[in-house]
């Protein structure tokens, strides 16, 4: 009788995960139409507007002497007026040359102004907490270090916020080095279909961008009376994403503001990397899923879709235990109902890929001009599958950071420029 | 012991399986097209952009210096050329003091060191002067017109993809454009003498005291339409998830936002930006100091001015931008789908 109510519950469970990746293709392919075929929602950087506000850049950095040179080159390259840019990069218990450098900088150029931080805990959100008192200005705009803005970046961000609803804004993460190897070149298409139509569709659709916390802005006040980053989470920037939504301010984005980055160019950098924001995304999901249900600041697709977003990182774990659940079936005689059910979630978890399915991914590189670069689209199963082995393991560390109520060790991205 | 049907079968269901690879396997081992996204790095926004990238263009082919020796293209540089009516020409018609150009003309280029006048009824590719231009009515610009000083455009003109000026562009009765830059562009010939009163400084205070309305929420949100009486004074930014109308006279010190349709009635003054998601209209008189935007039409009654002269601010509408005659605006005018005067 037991067994019986237990292959039952099974043959339920994989019914659910399979409707719910149906669910999230739908999502996608809604994605994919508006980026294809509808008008898109144009970003305030078309303004020109000869009175601009001062802002201040925020780029928090740990033993970042391989990188440090380039994103202060390119700040200092700007075209935004100096008397209103103040530069602050946020040495957090660097050991290497790090702080050298940024002592060279802040000689030469009065606005760079560093913060050196030796003590409290080490991580991105402790540092933005401690940058933001620190700070000048109600603009802030932070930066990766292994970012390199062009030289009009700073105006496009800042101009978002000529909007009074605009609470932050993101610009488009473009990866520099994708000729170092299979992963990123597979990390360029991700990248590509996640900021080219899933990013920008959402825009359009007046749905839920997200503030990605590597090149974007977002106003001081609004931070600080929300009691500034919580440096528990390690996805400070998905959980100020939804603190904003839910508070009724709006999350701009900007895909023309392109800016390269740096990406993982190993595998066990990648899984780490995967794992951290797996982690923190959940740690922000427990957080914000109820209240952005609940919120009157959101129209249902908004909340629709947030709730979506919230729960992107829980759809490889599913999809493993649903394996499972079929597995228990197969040895118990019973798979013959489920075998296409089976391949349909597979064929979804194809189709869904990991954080942008692949024909998201083949459009944006459409739009952007790719030719052969869409031959390399099978190769992103591999990366899926990957990527569920690193997205469970996340998702058990934020289960255990709720059980034990620590503030989680931040791990740093390796970085690869010479 | 394995049949060859079954190794045949096997062969086909491992090679087919393999298949969508072959064609990224190729790209790895020989890749064509590896590079990462191209970004400029040193592109900056300029609404010039026509005009200061072709004087470059010349200045390379040739200095000033060089220019009032020599040549440049084929033909020698005269510090007067004079087009006559009906002359058509594709090549580049470039003078160190003054061009003059006949009715009803057909030509490509002209550059000149001094001013430009272009008659009526021509038609050209571009156009740009370091003096003061006139085009005269019922031209055709195919790309673009750009003077360093004052530039004058009859009416009836189609403007092409942009028309600027360093200084003030003033723009005749049915012309139509997508881009306008002056400071200012004008509708008519004569400056909008605008009456400002003395704006109070400390924004927060009027809340509550003077403007007789509630704005919902401590947040400022309007959840709903939202309407400002004439009269009103506004301390604070508005934003409304409907429309907004402000009432005549009303005096906004701050930006007002609608996800709907913004309407300013007669003789308001907005110290903000106005976005109206959903088109904006000046109905007349209405005085922006910041910046105008919506993702569909802007209408701009008579003697609406937006910006002011110490600083120069954007229009930009999505769909078209629709200008009274009477109307100032100092800076950039936006329309992606077309925009008309009068």
Known sequence: MVSFWLLWLLQLYIYVVAVIMLLYMVRHMVFTSTRLHRKQRRFYHEILDSELPPVTVLVPMHNEEAVAHDILRALINSDYPKDLLEVIPVDDHSEDRTEQILREYADQYSYIRPLYRRSGPRGKPSGLNDALEYASHEVVIVFDADYTPPAD????????????????????????????????????????????????????????????????????????????????????????????????????????????EESPESWDVRFRQVRRWARGHTQAAFRHFLRTLSTRYLRFWQKVDGAMLLGVYAIPTLLATAILAHLVLFLSGRVAPFTLIIAALFCMANSYGNFAPFFEVGSATMLDGGRRRTWLLPYMAYVFIFNVWAVVSGLKDALLDVIREGTPQWEKTERYRQ | MMTWETALLLVAFFGLM????????????????????????????????????FRRRIDEQMSKQAMGAGAMGSGRIQPLVTIGRGTQTSGLIAALDHIEIGENCNFGEAYCYGDVQIGADSTFESAASDGRMVIEDNCTVHRWVDSEQDMAIGTGCVLGVSASSAQSLIVGDRCEFQRLWGLPVRTSEEPISRYVPDLPQEREEIIGKDTGIEIEDTARWSSGDLTVPAGSTVGRDIVAYGDVRIGANAIVLGTVKGRGRVTLDEGVIVTGNVIGQRGINCIGNASVFGNMFSERDIELGPGTVVGRT???????????????????????????EGGTVG
């Open chain 2, 310 to 336: 110490e600083a120069f601010k954007t229009i930009y509408s999505q769909t078209r931008v629709l200008l009274a005659r009477g109307v100032e605006v100092y800076g950039w005018i936006v329309a992606e």
């Open chain 1, 153 to 260: 970046m700073i105006k496009q961000l800042a101009m978002a916020f000529v909007d009074p609803e605009v609470g932050a804004v993101m610009g488009r993460v473009v990866p520099e080095n994708t000729k170092r190897g299979l992963l990123t070149r597979l990390l360029d298409l991700e990248r590509a279909g996640g900021y080219q139509v899933d990013q920008q569709a959402r825009y359009t659709r007046n749905l839920i961008p997200q503030y990605g916390g590597t090149v974007g802005a977002f106003r001081r006040s609004v931070v600080l009376s929300m009691g500034g980053f919580n440096p528990r989470i390690l996805a400070e920037d998905t959980d100020l994403t939804f603190a904003l939504f839910t508070r009724g301010w709006q999350v701009a984005y900007a895909n023309r503001s392109e800016c390269y």
């Open chain 2, 18 to 53: 393999l298949f969508p690879f072959l064609p990224g396997l190729i790209e790895l081992l020989n890749p064509v097209d590896d590079e990462p996204l191209a970004i400029d790095m040193e592109y900056i926004r300029e609404a010039r952009y026509f005009g200061i990238t």
